[in-house]
């Protein structure tokens, strides 16, 4: 089992990104997502996650309102993070990760467990210019 992150990029702020995360071997309909990120310099962060039926979702203030996780292909292996009027503070490496356990992921993304999600991509870059 393998993810595989693609969709990143430069966008000038204010421009959008649609990143995909396929799963190699898996089946996402029955795991919770989970999106991460990390800048140079800085340590890595929990950004969004959603349940693998959609109904509890969690985002970091500083996206909130600006990004989404459509999850519409995740019966066949493939799951988005949608993030719109991007800022530069968003750049950096972004990350899927997956886990049968929403509350499990639901806590790493708040930084509240270090107990990582099962399944990790290998990343894709995001750059956002002024």
């Known amino acids: 089992v393998r993810l595989v992150e693609s969709g990143g990029g430069s966008v000038q702020a204010g421009g959008s990104l649609r990143l995909r995360c396929t799963a190699v071997?898996?089946?996402?309909?029955?795991?919770?997502i989970g999106w991460f990120r990390q800048a140079p310099g800085k340590e890595r962060e929990g950004v969004s996650c959603?349940?693998?039926?959609?109904?509890?979702?969690?985002y970091i203030d500083s996206v909130a309102g600006r990004v989404t996780i459509p999850r519409d292909n995740a019966a066949v292996g493939t799951v988005y993070l949608q993030m719109d009027s991007l800022k530069p503070e968003d750049t950096a490496m972004y990350y899927c990760?997956?886990?049968?356990?929403?509350?499990?992921?639901?806590?790493?993304?708040?930084?509240?467990?270090?107990?990582?999600?099962?399944?990790w991509g290998q990343g894709t870059q995001v750059t956002v210019t002024a």
């Open positions: 990760a997956v886990d049968r356990s929403y509350s499990k992921i639901l806590s790493f993304v708040r930084n509240e467990s270090s107990s990582a999600p099962r399944y």
């Open positions: 071997g898996l089946a996402l309909d029955n795991y919770a």
């Open positions: 959603i349940s693998w039926n959609g109904e509890s979702l969690y």
